[in-house]
């Protein structure tokens, strides 16, 4: 049977991840709040703003900023856009 969780970001039931994304507190949260869908969301608004921001993600200061911007997107205000950002 698929874990189930209610999605903080769907706001409604949904299939959850197999597993913890990463072993952190922070992974565990994820694990029990965020569906399969969501995380697929993250991941591409991950993308845009690693292309958009320019990071480097072997950088720690730009692995910490990619941890605050997920934890807006899925537990704060919710994930913004760079400014003039425009999708294509």
Do not use: T
């Amino acid at each position: 049977m698929a874990h189930m969780v209610k999605c903080v970001k769907l706001g409604r039931e949904a299939e959850g991840l197999d597993e913890a994304p990463f072993d952190s507190p922070l992974g565990q949260r994820i694990y029990e709040n965020v569906s399969k869908q969501a995380w697929a969301d993250w991941q591409n608004h991950m993308k845009m703003l690693l292309n958009e921001y320019r990071l480097q993600p072997w950088k720690k200061e730009h692995q910490d900023f990619i941890v605050q911007q997920m934890e807006q997107y899925f537990f704060g205000q919710g994930g913004q856009a760079p400014e003039g950002y425009k999708p294509q």
